[in-house]
Nanobody, 125 residues
Framework: QVQLVESGGGLVQAGVSLRLSCATS????????MGWFRQAPGKEREFVAS????????YYADSVKGRFAISRDNAKNTVYLQMNSLKPEDTAVYYC??????????????????WGRGTQVTVSS
C-alpha cells in the first residue's frame, strides 16, 4: 500500500538547521510531484515547498524562500526538506505529499493525492 513516512523533526533552537526526509513506497515515485506542507496549532495547513517529478523545478512559500530547500532522490524514493536559519514561527507539524503528474508542480493542498502523517518541528527562541 501507499506509504509516506516523514522523519527528522525535533526540538531545536532558533537559527539552527534541520533536514526532514520523507520515505515513500507503494507507488511509482518518479511519476509524482512531491510537496511539503506544515500546520501550526490552530492554523490551516499551508504550503511550504514542492518539486516536480525530475527535481528540475521547485516552488517555495515566500515565508521560507531562501532558507528552505526541497530535493528528491528518485533512486531512493525519498524527498527532503533542508531547513536553515529556523525561526520560532516555523514551528509546526510538517507533512509530505505526493501528486501523480509529470507536467505540473502543484502547490495547493487539494491537488495532492497522498499524504504522510507528519513530523513535529519545534523551534525555540
Amino acid at each position: 500500500q501507499v506509504q509516506l513516512v516523514e522523519s527528522g523533526g525535533g526540538l531545536v533552537q532558533a537559527g539552527v538547521s534541520l533536514r526532514l526526509s520523507c520515505a515513500t513506497s507503494g507507488f511509482s515515485f518518479s511519476s509524482y510531484a512531491m510537496g511539503w506542507f506544515r500546520q501550526a496549532p490552530g492554523k490551516e495547513r499551508e504550503f511550504v515547498a514542492s518539486i516536480n517529478w525530475s527535481g528540475g523545478r521547485s516552488y517555495y512559500a515566500d515565508s521560507v524562500k531562501g532558507r528552505f530547500a526541497i530535493s528528491r532522490d528518485n533512486a531512493k524514493n525519498t524527498v527532503y526538506l533542508q531547513m536553515n536559519s529556523l525561526k520560532p514561527e516555523d514551528t509546526a507539524v510538517y507533512y509530505c505529499a505526493a501528486k501523480l503528474t509529470r507536467v505540473a508542480t502543484p502547490t495547493r493542498t487539494n491537488e495532492f493525492d497522498y499524504w504522510g502523517r507528519g513530523t513535529q518541528v519545534t523551534v525555540s527562541s
